[in-house]
């Protein structure tokens, strides 16, 4: 069986680079750590092709519309720059520009005919997570052997006889609204196994992250996706989140990404997110990544407006305002620094710091100090109820196609224990979990905050292997509370980082810190968190708009 699984994975990472266009092929061995500056300077890209994949989605799509590019000059320079992507950093498991560059000189078409764009994302190219179905691709959880849609997950588990049929039939329900909206897909980005990791490695490799590509994750578990958008390869890209899977990547590779409340967007073909679906445990969710808020809210306006909860009855049918809200007279923002069982390190603390310094140059904006309560009660409920059954599923996929388990599959495994939940422990998990959003919710009603800067997880991009602290996303996915993660503008630092913690209060504290090394660290991008209420979603990134202006504005003036 090994000799069988290794083979199909040479075969798939093969397949994935012989599709690369000659004229941008380069040898990714010979690459220096740190790549993310390779999009602005190489000669494989031309003048036009670097002034195109350095606009965000909403300037490509009103260039294209002008007439000022076509959609065949926006995918061939996505393509171009998606090939150095992966040369460098093994970002993706499946890659179509011939389709791409069909699709755009069909939409150049249908814009010459009718001088209208097709629609909102007329010509926008969008990277899609590997767990989503793309009709006639291939759609995997991070298992060789995974096939089965997560609205199907109730059929019997893979047998060897099934390894490696994960041919999609249709479109996920998202990406049929995308494709009516205009939008060029083009590829797909590694995830790890299993779908739940805080990195990406999986029977493919590991994706590393650009701005060290040696030793540093590009987090995960939508580390493809943040791996590509931070190379330029992408405008625009679907990730998904259970514990900080948009999160993590977007904080790591210096990205916005936005978690929505669970329950407003479409899941119709997605793959396994280590829930079934209609079992409200700890939700998940899809969500945007990209270079703008502006772009996040794009995405949302066009999902949403296609109303999709009248196909997906489980979904709030949740309306996206169609003007810009109004800003509050005064704007109470909670803080923390520190959620009272893991530190973080001196980069984060830094960054956040940074963040409330601007604010308090704002009118108009309150700060009150605000540490979530009971993160050690959010995540015993989390890891209880990720892996209900001990992991048997997710082990008897790698038996089916003879993968191993790798390290960090087998902690959060291990974190859910040894033997399945009962029926009356899971009653009493989903009771715990029901009762703790019950008082975090009044934690902040009678805080009177709107929003909460916080960390974006216990440190920067972590290196290979050592993402075992979740706490700092994955409590927002228990309370199910949307969030963003905004770029702060500073970067790591080893003449201002130095400060080390001198006692751990517990284990997990010291294994963060020990896991930093600030000498690998330099330069790797600092982001924050900025989390909302339940269902408040489009007030959540009206918001973030004001602190991410007030941020820029402090870049410029230091």
Same mark, same amino acid.
């Given at each position: ?391 048997? @599923?997710?082990? $008897? +996929?790698?038996? /089916?196609? #003879?993968?191993? =388990? *790798? ?31 019950? @008082?975090?919710? $009044? +934690?902040?009603? /009678?805080? #009177?905050?709107? =929003? *909460? ?106």
């Amino acid at each position: 069986m090994t000799d069988t699984w290794t083979a199909r994975v040479d075969a798939i990472n093969a397949r994935t680079l012989a599709r690369i266009p000659a004229n941008v092929r380069i040898n990714g061995e010979n690459l220096p750590s740190r790549i993310i500056d390779l999009p602005r300077t190489s000669d494989l890209l031309s003048p036009l092709d670097r002034r195109i994949i350095h606009l965000d989605a909403i300037d490509l799509r009103d260039e294209i519309a002008r007439g000022g590019l076509t959609c065949v000059q926006v995918a061939e320079a996505f393509i171009k720059s998606t090939a150095l992507a992966h040369q460098g950093t093994h970002c993706l498991t499946d890659f179509f520009p011939e389709e791409a560059l069909e699709r755009a000189r069909w939409l150049d078409e249908k814009f010459k005919e009718t001088g209208e764009p097709v629609g909102p994302l007329h010509g926008v190219p969008i990277s899609v997570k590997d767990q989503i179905d793309i009709q006639g691709k291939d759609s995997a959880a991070g298992f060789l052997s995974q096939g089965k849609s997560m609205i199907r997950f109730s059929e019997p588990i893979l047998t060897p006889s099934s390894v490696g049929k994960n041919i999609a039939s249709e479109d996920a329900h998202v990406i049929s609204i995308l494709r009516k909206a205009g939008a060029i897909f083009y590829c797909k980005t590694t995830l790890p196994q299993a779908i739940m990791h805080l990195e990406t490695d999986s029977y493919l490799g590991p994706t590393t992250n650009p701005y060290q590509r040696h030793a540093i994750s590009s987090g995960g578990s939508s580390g493809g996706e943040g791996a590509l958008l931070a190379m330029r390869g992408s405008p625009l890209g679907i990730g998904t989140d259970i514990g900080g899977s948009i999160r993590s990547p977007a904080s790591a590779c210096g990205l916005y990404g936005f978690k929505p409340t669970a329950g407003i967007l479409p899941l119709i073909g997605f793959r396994n997110h280590g829930c079934i679906l209609g079992v409200d445990r700890i939700p998940p969710t899809q969500g945007p990544m990209g270079h703008s808020i502006r772009d996040l809210e794009l995405y949302m306006q066009v999902v949403l407006a296609a109303n999709p909860a009248v196909r997906e009855p489980n979904l709030f049918p949740y309306r996206w305002p169609s003007q810009p809200l109004p800003k509050p007279s005064v704007l109470r923002v909670g803080y923390c620094l520190d959620d009272g069982v893991c530190r973080p390190t001196a980069p984060v603390i830094r960054g956040v710091q940074a963040a409330l310094t601007a604010l308090r140059q704002c009118e108009g904006i309150e700060l009150v100090e605000f540490t979530p309560r009971e993160p050690e009660e959010s995540w015993d409920v989390a890891r209880s109820l990720y892996f209900c059954d001990a992991g048997q @599923r997710m082990k $008897a +996929q790698c038996v /089916a196609s #003879g993968e191993p =388990v *790798l390290p960090l599959t087998q902690w959060i495994v291990d974190q859910a224990g040894s033997e399945p939940v009962t029926l009356q422990q899971y009653s009493s998990l989903m009771t715990r979990r029901s009762e703790l959003r019950n @008082r975090v919710a $009044a +934690q902040w009603a /009678a805080a #009177g905050i709107d =929003v *909460l800067l916080c960390p974006a997880g216990p440190s920067v991009a972590p290196k290979l292997n050592t993402a075992r602290y979740w706490n700092y996303t994955s409590y927002w996915n228990v309370v199910n509370y949307p969030a963003i993660i905004m770029p702060t503008g500073l970067y790591v630092d080893s003449n201002k980082d130095t400060a080390k913690l001198e006692d751990y209060r517990n284990d997990q504290e010291r294994d963060n810190a020990s896991s930093f090394d600030l000498q690998l660290s330099e330069g790797l991008p600092i982001c924050m968190q900025l989390v909302g209420r339940i269902w408040q979603d489009a007030d959540l990134l009206s918001t973030a708009k004001v602190v991410d202006e007030a941020l820029q504005k402090l870049s410029q003036r230091s």
